[in-house]
């Protein structure tokens, strides 16, 4: 892990991160252009359409091809068997295993390993044939391009120093980094609407940043440290609504737990869900308050009250990039339009590998007066 995530850690490197960013804006901005006043839109829908094409510009260099809608087909119904997988937490070592749901599974599973693998074969043949443009600025590209230290320890695995990944190892780090950046952010920002939609004062002071920050035109990111209040909206909505909303980590040795001794190679399953909507960490828990993120606030509580990116060694490798493609895609939309919800009662949070909204997110555009972005 330690190998992979040092390999893997310069495509979020603060130089890349710029590169993405006005992509990002460029998407989001293309997006609000084509709603209508008084339209109805399934913002959860097109939270994650917005995203998926945000993660084939940046992580793919590509538009929404067949292929990239594909990989989103297939990781959404790999969503819809969750349950399965967490009682199996082995599935994949049963292949012959009698189940229709695990079947699906394999199914599913192979063909987005094919799919993924024709990117990559595709992308080296582009790059052998191009060797000036080898690097092209996405991550599918430096992936391929990359290569360990000649005193990396990885030698002991069978790999030399200057070696690079595997096909199987690149198509592994995509996946992961393409549900990681793609269908939480998307999730993340769904939720964010609901909660401003419910929360006219949150919704009145977002604005009037917006509105001062950017004097009607576009984010880019040198806006992004002068947008605080924005970044505390899409906080609070992943307090109450975490997209990863459980994980779950194994001991390496012993851990003394209140009463309790436990063994090295427990697993342990936590949610973020459950506490950060506890009471002991946040007054009126239930209530969206943005100021709960001022950084006053976050320092007066303990470290791992809030934790929406996980902690630690393995914490997520990409968590930059969502928070900056999360905070200019809300301000871009934001600086146009209002969004009020139709339902007639709460959304309902479906508990999958992410959080999902069970039934579609049915939101009415509303332009916004005094912006002339």
Not at 113 to 137: C, K, N, Y
Request: with cysteine; hydrophobic share 40%.
């Amino acid at each position: 892990h330690l190998r992979q995530r040092k390999l893997i850690q310069p495509a979020f490197h603060r130089q890349r991160i710029a590169a993405y960013a006005e992509k990002i804006v460029d998407i989001a901005a293309h997006t609000r252009d084509r709603w209508q006043p008084g339209e109805t839109i399934d913002i959860a829908a097109a939270s994650m359409s917005l995203s998926l094409e945000s993660v084939a510009r940046t992580l793919f260099d590509t538009e929404v091809t067949n292929d990239v809608r594909s990989i989103n087909d297939e990781v959404s119904l790999i969503m819809g068997l969750y349950n399965l997988i967490v009682s199996l937490p082995r599935l994949e070592s049963y292949p012959h295993l009698p189940i229709p749901g695990a079947r699906k599974f394999r199914r599913s599973r192979n063909r987005l390993h094919r799919i993924v693998d024709r990117l990559i074969h595709q992308r080296r043949s582009e790059m052998l044939a191009d060797p000036t443009h080898r690097d092209r600025g996405d991550l599918l590209s430096m992936l391929i391009v990359s290569r360990y230290e000649p005193t990396d320890p990885a030698s002991a695995e069978g790999i030399s120093g200057e070696q690079g990944m595997s096909d199987t190892q690149i198509r592994d780090e995509v996946l992961t980094i393409f549900l990681a950046g793609y269908e939480t952010v998307a999730n993340a920002l769904g939720w964010t609407w609901y909660c401003l939609s419910q929360n006219p004062a949150a919704e009145f002071t977002l604005h009037a940043e917006l509105d001062r920050v950017l004097t009607g035109r576009l984010p880019t990111l040198a806006d992004y440290r002068n947008l605080p209040y924005t970044e505390q909206v899409f906080a609070e909505s992943m307090r109450l609504y975490p997209p990863a909303w459980a994980m779950g980590r194994m001991s390496t040795r012993p851990v003394t737990l209140g009463p309790y001794t436990i063994p090295a190679g427990t697993h342990f399953f936590f949610s973020q869900y459950i506490i950060q909507r506890s009471a002991q960490y946040f007054t009126d828990p239930l209530r969206f308050d943005p100021a709960r993120h001022t950084p006053e606030a976050r320092a007066a509580r303990p470290r791992f009250a809030y934790f929406p990116f996980g902690g630690g060694s393995r914490q997520c490798i990409g968590e930059s990039f969502a928070w900056m493609e999360g905070v200019l895609t809300l301000a871009t939309i934001a600086s146009r339009w209002r969004l009020t919800y139709l339902g007639d009662a709460p959304p309902v949070p479906q508990a999958r590998i992410t959080l999902r909204p069970r039934e579609p997110l049915l939101m009415r555009l509303i332009p916004r007066s005094s912006s002339s972005v």
